[in-house]
């Protein structure tokens, strides 16, 4: 089966904090790609990173990170010093042989002042 | 530019009206993708157009119709929808158009949808 779980459905945190957003996956494949998207209100998918299944190196993009690891099938995204513009519904997505994606349910994002 | 333009932005729409949903990009993507995602869920895969032509059809209703004039053009007709079809309607696209799942999915803002 190819699944993506993201098991925290709302997160709230003061601004200037850290928050990690959990994903784990689950595939038959050895080729597959894993994404992050954010959501803000305003509806549009935004894309944030691609990672393929041979790349476990851990990418850092400003204050953003992701901590991809084989081993536990996971795919965290961590947001340091969040701002209230990271305010927005995240998905982790799993992508394999055809040209779709399996997403996860989401993890709302509510970042305070 | 990684820009996918949708209109309208909303739309409302009664169970017997024909409307349809526009979808453009000028990035030279040669797949393009309709996704419809109700509240509080995540996309859900309607079809994919791979170089102009229809590739995966996720067993949509026959009330909604895709078509792709060309390659930087998707369209969507609506005829009889019911009001559980309220929803956002996003359109993605991507660069090539071979059949392994390798390449980033742009999206649109997104049209919301609703059928009365």
């Known amino acids: 089966a190819q699944k993506v779980t993201q098991a925290q459905t709302e997160i709230s945190v003061v601004e200037k904090e850290d928050v990690t957003l959990d994903c784990v996956y689950e595939t038959r494949d050895t080729t597959y790609y894993l994404f992050w998207y954010k959501q803000p209100p305003s509806g549009e998918l935004v894309f944030l990173i691609r990672?393929?299944?041979?790349?476990?190196q851990n990418e850092i993009s400003g204050r953003y990170s992701w901590n991809f690891q084989k081993s536990t099938s996971s795919f965290n995204f961590t947001i340091t010093a969040s701002q209230v513009v990271d305010s927005a519904v995240y998905f982790c997505?799993?992508?394999?042989?055809?040209?779709?994606?399996?997403f996860g349910a989401g993890t709302r994002l509510t970042v305070k002042p | 530019d990684t820009e996918v333009t949708q209109t309208p932005k909303h739309l409302v729409m009664g169970m017997t009206n024909k409307k349809s949903l526009k979808c453009e990009q000028h990035m030279g993507h040669r797949a393009m993708y309709w996704y419809k995602q109700k509240a509080k869920k995540p996309p859900e895969l309607m079809f994919v157009y791979s170089y102009e032509k229809l590739s995966i059809n996720e067993s949509v209703p026959s009330r909604f119709s895709p078509e792709c004039p060309n390659s930087s053009l998707l369209n969507l007709h609506l005829h009889a929808l019911q009001p559980e079809d309220s929803a956002l309607y996003l359109c993605a696209s991507s660069q090539g158009g071979g059949g392994l799942a390798t390449d980033t999915q742009y999206f649109g803002p997104g049209t919301r949808l609703t059928v009365l």
């Open positions: 997505a799993l992508s394999f042989r055809r040209r779709d994606m399996r």
């Open positions: 990672r393929n299944s041979f790349d476990e």
